[in-house]
C-alpha cells in the first residue's frame, strides 16, 4: 500500500492518509451487523487516489458498502446508510453528535432555510420539550437507499455546494410542528404521534409535502386536474393555469375531450378548426418550459373521451413512428371507456365519433346513467356530423399504441362514476391514474385572486387539487394501528389545504370547498409476504379485504370526526356521502365471487353518524404510486408487485440499490415477471378487492415477461384480456403496461412517475 497518500480535509489541509482510522471508523459503525469491515475497506482502498477529500473517501466507503448488498448480506445496506448519516452530521452538525434542536431551528430560520412561523407558533419550552423526543438511533438503523434519497431529493441543500443543510430526525419533527401549529388542542400530542410514524416509516408523505412544509415554499398539492372548454377563453385560460401549476411543482391532468374536432367550422363558419394537435404541441410546449423546482420537466396528461372525433389520431401521437411536427410524444394520452363502447367491442359493433360542438348533451351526460340513451340518440340523427368505425377496430388500435408506448392510460368512465362518492360526472382523471375528482371548464375570471369562498362562481372554472399520502400496510404490526394512523393523515392532509398559497381562484375555492384528499396504500407486497399470502390464494383475499375496509372506515370516521370538531367542508352536499352512502354500497358486486363480503366495522354507526355531522372532506381515498418515498420507507411501491428482490432506483442525480424489506420471505413475494399464466388477471383481481373500499382510483398496472412469450411480442388477445378483467370486476384505470424483455435480468430499473409530483 502506498504510504505517501494524503487527504485534504475539510478546511483544506492536506494530511496523510491514516489507514488505521478508516478502519476503526468502519468499525464503529457497523457494530451489531453482519458484514465484513475488511471486504468492504479493501475495496475502498483500492480506490482512494491521492489527494483525494475527505467526503470522496467518505463517499468512496459508502459505495463499497452498498456495492455488497445481496439477498443474502442485508446488513450492508444499513452500514452504508450509517456512514453516510455520519458524513452528513459532519456537514450539519459540524461534529458527530447533535446539537440542540432549539439551536438546530433558529440557525436555520436566521439563514432564512425555515420559514419564521415554527418560532413564532411554539415557545422555547415547547421546542426543547419536544427535542427530548428526536431518535437520533433511528437514523442509524436506516438502510442506505433511504438515506440517499433523503438526503439527495428532500433535505434542504446549499444549491452552490449541494451540501445537505438538514438532519433526518430534526425534518420529521419539524413537517408535523408545522402542520399541526394552529391546533387548539393536544398539538404537542399530534405532533408526537405523526412524528413516530413518519420515523418508524408507517406512513409516506409525497415530494411537495415533505421538502416544502418547513420553507417559504407552500404548494402541497402532488396533483392537479384543469377541464379545458370548447372556445378561445378556456383554451387560453387553461393553457396559463396549466404553465402556472406546473411551476408550483403539480403534475397535470387536462381534460380536452370539449374541444371540437380538425375541420369543425369556428366563428359562425367562417374558418375550420385546425384539430387537436396544435393545442396539444402548445400543452407539450408548456409542459417542458416550466421545471419543477429546478430539477425536472413537467408533466402532463391529456384526457380524451373514447368517442371523440380525432380519437384514431391522438391514440397515435405518442408513438416513436413519425416526426415530431406529427406527434406530441412528451405528454401522456388517457381515454375514457364507457361502459357502452365495451359492450359494442364484445359484440362487434359499431362504435360512432362525433365532434363535441355537435352533440353538446352528450356531455352533459357523460359519466351519468342517461348516457348511453343519449349516445344512441345521436347516432340516430342524420344531420350530424358523424364517422362509424368498427367497435373492435378502435379498441385494437388502442391497445396496440398502449402496448408500443406502455402509455396509454385508460378510465372506465362508468366504473368511476358508478363507484365514485361524487354526484356531479367525474370524467378525466389525472398524470397517475388515480385521482378521480370534479372539474369545471376555466374561464378568464377563474384566473384572478380577488373572490372569496363565499363569491367565486364555480362555474368560472374548477380545478381539482389533491394532496397525497399513504399508509404503509407492510409496517404495521396489527390492524389495530390503522385506527390511529388514519385519523393522523386526514388531520394532517386537511390542515394542509389551509397552509398551501393558491395562484387562481378557480383552485383555492374549489380545493377549500371541497376539500379533497388522497390518502392511499403503500408497500403492499410486503403485506403479503409478511403475513405469507401469496397471490391468487383465499388468505390474499381475505387479508385484503379485511385490511382495506379497515383502512376506509378508519378514514370516513375520521373526516367525520373531525367535521364534529371544524366543521363539515362547503360543498358536502355535493357528495353521496351526504346521504349516508358508502363505497360499501356502490362497489362492483362481481368482488362478491372473489371474497365474501363479510364486514368487520360497524357501517350502519358510522353512515348514522355522518348524516348527523356530516364529513370534513369530500374525497378521501386514492392509491398513487410510491417510487420515491418508497426509498424512504424502505417499503415496497405502492400496489405494485415486485420486479426482483433487488431494485436499481434511477435518477437524474443518482442511483442507488435497494433491498425489499423481510427479504427471508421472498418465497411469499408477489413478483411481477411471475404472474399465473404471464396475464396480469391475479393481480387485477386482488386490485379490484382494494377497490371496493377506495372513493377514488387506484394506479394499477399490468404485467408481463415477454421472454416467455415467443418471438418476446406481447399479443393484443393477452392484453385485451386483462384489461375486460379490470373493467369486470370495477377497476377505474389502468396506467402502465409494464415488461421484461432481457434474459436473466435480475434487477430491474426503476424510475416510476416520470414527473415525480404523483409518485410520492
Not at 95 to 104: A, K
Not at 183 to 200: G, H, I, P
Request: net charge neutral.
Amino acid at each position: 500500500m502506498n504510504k505517501e497518500v494524503y487527504v485534504k480535509k475539510r478546511s483544506g489541509e492536506l494530511e496523510l492518509l491514516d489507514y488505521d482510522k478508516i478502519h476503526l471508523m468502519l468499525s464503529q459503525c457497523a457494530e451489531g451487523l453482519n458484514v465484513s469491515v475488511s471486504d468492504v475497506a479493501l475495496n475502498a482502498h483500492l480506490k482512494i487516489a491521492n489527494k483525494m477529500s475527505s467526503v470522496a473517501i467518505q463517499q468512496t466507503l459508502i459505495k463499497s458498502a452498498s456495492e455488497k448488498l445481496s439477498p443474502e448480506k442485508p446488513d450492508y445496506g444499513v452500514l452504508a446508510g450509517r456512514l453516510l448519516v455520519t458524513n452528513m452530521r459532519k456537514e450539519v452538525y459540524g461534529q458527530h453528535e447533535p446539537i440542540s434542536f432549539l439551536n438546530y431551528i433558529k440557525k436555520n430560520v436566521k439563514s432564512k432555510l425555515y420559514s419564521p412561523e415554527i418560532l413564532d407558533k411554539y415557545t422555547e419550552e415547547e421546542i426543547e420539550q419536544l427535542g427530548t423526543h428526536l431518535d437520533y438511533d433511528n437514523d442509524m438503523q436506516r438502510v442506505h437507499s433511504s438515506v440517499t434519497q433523503l438526503e439527495s431529493k428532500y433535505l434542504i441543500k446549499d444549491v452552490k455546494t449541494d451540501k445537505p443543510l438538514e438532519m433526518i430526525q430534526e425534518t420529521f419533527m419539524i413537517i408535523p410542528m408545522v402542520i399541526f401549529a394552529d391546533e387548539e388542542s393536544n398539538r404537542l400530542d399530534y405532533v408526537l404521534d405523526f412524528y413516530n410514524a413518519l420515523k418508524n416509516d408507517e406512513i409516506s408523505l409525497p415530494t411537495p409535502v415533505i421538502s416544502g412544509v418547513r420553507t417559504r415554499l407552500k404548494m402541497f398539492s402532488s396533483c392537479c386536474k384543469i377541464k379545458m372548454g370548447d372556445s378561445s377563453e378556456s383554451i387560453l385560460s387553461t393553457e396559463y393555469a396549466l404553465s402556472l401549476m406546473t411551476a408550483q411543482r403539480a403534475g397535470i391532468g387536462i381534460d380536452m375531450g370539449l374541444v371540437r374536432g380538425i375541420l369543425a367550422p369556428v366563428k359562425n363558419n367562417t374558418v375550420k378548426h385546425t384539430g387537436a394537435l396544435p393545442l396539444l404541441k402548445t400543452v407539450e410546449a408548456a409542459s417542458k418550459q416550466f421545471t419543477q423546482n429546478a430539477l425536472r420537466s413537467g408533466a402532463t396528461v391529456v384526457n380524451y373521451p373514447i368517442f371523440n372525433w380525432e380519437i384514431m389520431d391522438v391514440l397515435e401521437y405518442k408513438n416513436n413512428q413519425g416526426s415530431n411536427t406529427t406527434r406530441a410524444r412528451f405528454i401522456d394520452y388517457a381515454i375514457g371507456i364507457p361502459s357502452i363502447f365495451i359492450e359494442r367491442v364484445l359484440s362487434k359493433g359499431e362504435w360512432t365519433l362525433f365532434s363535441s360542438e355537435d352533440v353538446p348533451k352528450l356531455f352533459d351526460t357523460y359519466g351519468r346513467g342517461d348516457f348511453d340513451e343519449v349516445y344512441k340518440h345521436y347516432e340516430q340523427q342524420p344531420f350530424i356530423r358523424k364517422q362509424r368505425v368498427s367497435a373492435t377496430e378502435v379498441f385494437n388500435k388502442l391497445i396496440k399504441e398502449r402496448v408500443g408506448t406502455g402509455r396509454i392510460y385508460l378510465h372506465f368512465v362508468d366504473n368511476v362514476n358508478r363507484q365514485g362518492m361524487f354526484k356531479e360526472p367525474v370524467t378525466q382523471t389525472n398524470l397517475c391514474s388515480e385521482i378521480f375528482l370534479p372539474t369545471k371548464p376555466m374561464k378568464f375570471d377563474g384566473l384572478k385572486k380577488a373572490a372569496t369562498a363565499d363569491t367565486y362562481d364555480l362555474d368560472d372554472g374548477m380545478i381539482s387539487l389533491c394532496i397525497l399520502g399513504c399508509i404503509n400496510f407492510g409496517k404495521l404490526d396489527n390492524i389495530t394501528r390503522m385506527d390511529k394512523l388514519t385519523g393522523l393523515m386526514v388531520r394532517f392532509l386537511d390542515n394542509l389545504i389551509d397552509k398551501q398559497e393558491y395562484p387562481m381562484d378557480a383552485a383555492e375555492w374549489a380545493t377549500k370547498g371541497y376539500r379533497f384528499l388522497g390518502i392511499g396504500i403503500s408497500d403492499f407486497a410486503h403485506f403479503l409476504a409478511k403475513n405469507e399470502a401469496r397471490l391468487g390464494t383465499k388468505k390474499a383475499y381475505e387479508l385484503t379485504h379485511t385490511w382495506a375496509e379497515r383502512f376506509q372506515y378508519g378514514l370516513i370516521k375520521a373526516s367525520m370526526e373531525l367535521a364534529k370538531e371544524k366543521g363539515k367542508c362547503k360543498y358536502f352536499n355535493k357528495s353521496h356521502y351526504e346521504q349516508g352512502v358508502l363505497p360499501i354500497d356502490t362497489y362492483n358486486k362481481n368482488v362478491d365471487s372473489l371474497v365474501a363480503n363479510d364486514l368487520h366495522c360497524d357501517w350502519e354507526g358510522l353512515r348514522e353518524q355522518v348524516q348527523i355531522w356530516g364529513m370534513r372532506n369530500t374525497a378521501l381515498s386514492a392509491v398513487p404510486p410510491t417510487a420515491s418515498s418508497s426509498l424512504v420507507s424502505n417499503s415496497t411501491q405502492g400496489i405494485d408487485p415486485i420486479q426482483s428482490l433487488t431494485d436499481t432506483y434511477e435518477s437524474a442525480a443518482y442511483t442507488v440499490k435497494s433491498l425489499v424489506p423481510d427479504v427471508d420471505k421472498s418465497s411469499y413475494y408477489m413478483k411481477a415477471w411471475d404472474m399465473p399464466g404471464n396475464t396480469s388477471a391475479e393481480y387485477l383481481k386482488l386490485m379490484s378487492v382494494l377497490q371496493k373500499f377506495i372513493d377514488q382510483g387506484m394506479s394499477v398496472n399490468q404485467w408481463y415477461d415477454l421472454t416467455k412469450i415467443e418471438g418476446k411480442i406481447l399479443d393484443s388477445n393477452r392484453v385485451k384480456r386483462d384489461i375486460l378483467t379490470a373493467y369486470k370486476y370495477g377497476l377505474k384505470s389502468l396506467y402502465y403496461i409494464r415488461s421484461k424483455d432481457r434474459e436473466n435480468r435480475s434487477e430491474e430499473i426503476v424510475t416510476g412517475c416520470e414527473s415525480g409530483a404523483c409518485a410520492i
